[in-house]
């Protein structure tokens, strides 16, 4: 008999601020495991995991962490709306014990929303740790609602958690609403809008407080939630443009006497360690440098140890072909068939995931332990400056990170900021940043031709100074790029940046190096398998179908090839880039398999083997120089520009963000490619 899914008994919304582990409860209640980032962007879209208590079935919906309900970026935007508008029977506010002010704010906020609500006052162990002391019965008479403390990463007072949801849920466990209050000027007018409001408005007295801003108040009538009138119009004309921000005064002034009254801390909550870590990662002296140090280790560490793990697995796949070649002789498969799944789709396959995955099962964990441990959002607080004289802000700098592992994710990151005209610039030069499809090619390129003399240990040393030089000039490049498209393209007013420095946390580390490759790593070579394999048959048939004595696909490189010597490459090359468009990992192995006799990758799978294929097709220091600028800037991949249509509306911005980086690459290939000829 086919089992029935059951039907929850009470919805759950859980909600909060960001950076206070709100990922890590939902993961602790539902036991879905999710990624754990720190930063609002991670989140985007709503997710839902279920549990069962006491023979209940409860839905748990998650929202993106929220700093403010008067926020308009689109994933506050979503969290805003589902607890405003959605349908539940209680809330999970979640709260940082060990720095409970920064986040109460949200918490006060959205007990003004309901007061069905729990206040989860996660990571106490931090507290402890810090000294700080919570009277939690205290804190609850001031709140109206029931407050646990939890350590959601151990699992600790979570079935506390489950007991008192259910109760509230249920209706067995009162709450009382306690609203803030609010100067007299604000009430009058919130009071006055509240009135002229439709009768079944929902949230009435939420929302009047919101139709202060001016901003929020344009979102909400031109996209329906509330309906104007002239009456109402008419009210607003006469709210001054900063009574919002009494109200908001307000609201931190409560936030500030709670604190007051239920937080003790027995010494400081951070550590003199602590302080000298955030002045070397913040100061204008030594903010850049600490950036520039942290990726050249990591790069250090990327290129040095995906060397010998990417030649186990070149000769793993080596051992395998043969055997597979065997069997196939022996069930006489045919030279058609033969050459398709072996030459082709093997080929592709065993090249992609031997050169890609030993850089990325490194790079990925390592990026990922330094974005639990707090350190991303410094880095962002330290571009912040070279971003506003771009005519931006430095949440860019949080999605270009994420564009590291890719730039699909890190156009999705852009959600977390708030200005249209911003969020808009940072997806379209999202791609100047090189992903980590572009990462092989880029460290294969270095080692093998600017490296390649050294010794083992100066080559990787060397390789991870060069691979940070080409990421500072990427983000020179996006800066450059950044502020023309402020200038000419995007004009309007730029947004400021309120960027909230977490407190630094010991990272979970073999969580987060499972979770990294779970998440990452494994979904991302899934993508690049998926691609290559039709991919590995498309480019077998071109190299093998034949017009006039020659291949299709040295036909399109004879084609291109005049205008790829004069960007110091060849028509294999710029043949390549267009057809690694699905995915930009497949863009050296489609480069060898046309270099080498028959279109196969028999011979390839080692640095070396592809060293002596290069070279013996006229490959020097220049054209590598121009193969990895071109793989930095060039076009987006097919994904990035779908995803780029879909989160800015816009066929230009599609445009722009598939014209610029080509458009820079070429012109960056050519200067190099004259600077050579010249010397």
Known sequence: MKKTKRSPDYEITLAGAANVGKSTVFNALTGMKQHTGNWSGKTVFTAVGEYRHNGKN???TDTPGTYSMYSLSPDELAARDQLLFGSYDCVIITADASGLERSLSTALEIT??????????????????RGVIIDTGELSMQLGIPVVPVTARSGKGMLKLKETVLGVASGKMQT????????????EAAGRISTLMEADQKNKKVLSLLMLNEAVRTELTESGKIKRSDRLDAVLETVPGSMYEDAAAALRKR??????????ESRNDRTTAEKRLDRLMTSKATGIPMIILLFALIFYLTVSGANYPSELLGNLFEGLRELLEKLFESVNAGPIITGIILDGVYGTLSSVVSVMLPPMAI???????????GILPRIAFDLDRAFCRAGTQGKQALTMMMGFGCNACGVTGCRMIENKRDRRIAAVTN????????????????????????????????????????????????LAATKLLSLFVFKGRQSSMVLE??????????????????DKTAKILGRAVLVAVPAGVMIWLLTHITVGGQSL???????????????????TMLTAFILGFPANEIVLPIAVMIYQSGGTFGDIQSLSALYDVLIANGWSITTAICAIIFTVMHFPCSTTLITIRKETGSAFCTFVAFILPTVCGIICCMLVNLVFLLI
């Open 501 to 518: 420095l977490p407190p630094y946390r010991k990272p979970q580390i073999i969580k987060t190096i499972i979770r990294s490759l779970i």
């Open 58 to 60: 409860f839905r748990l």
């Open 176 to 187: 009382r609403k306690i609203g803030t209050d609010y100067p007299a000027n604000v009430k």
């Open 255 to 264: 936030c500030e006497n709670i604190c007051k009254v239920c937080v003790k």
């Open 553 to 571: 696909i040295v036909w399109c490189a004879g084609f291109l090839d005049p205008f790829g010597r004069l960007m110091g490459l060849d028509g």
């Open 363 to 373: 790079f990925f964990p390592l990026f990922a332990l330094l974005e639990d441990s």
């Open 431 to 478: 791609n100047f940043c090189p992903c980590n499809g572009r990462f092989p090619t880029i460290i294969a390129m270095i080692t093998l031709f600017l490296t390649g003399s050294m010794t083992p240990f100066l080559r990787s040393a060397a390789a991870s100074l060069i691979l940070t030089g080409v990421i500072i000039l990427c983000m020179l490049v996006s």
């Open 112 to 129: 003004g929303i309901t007061s069905k609500a729990v206040l989860c006052l996660n990571m106490m162990d931090e507290a402890e740790k």
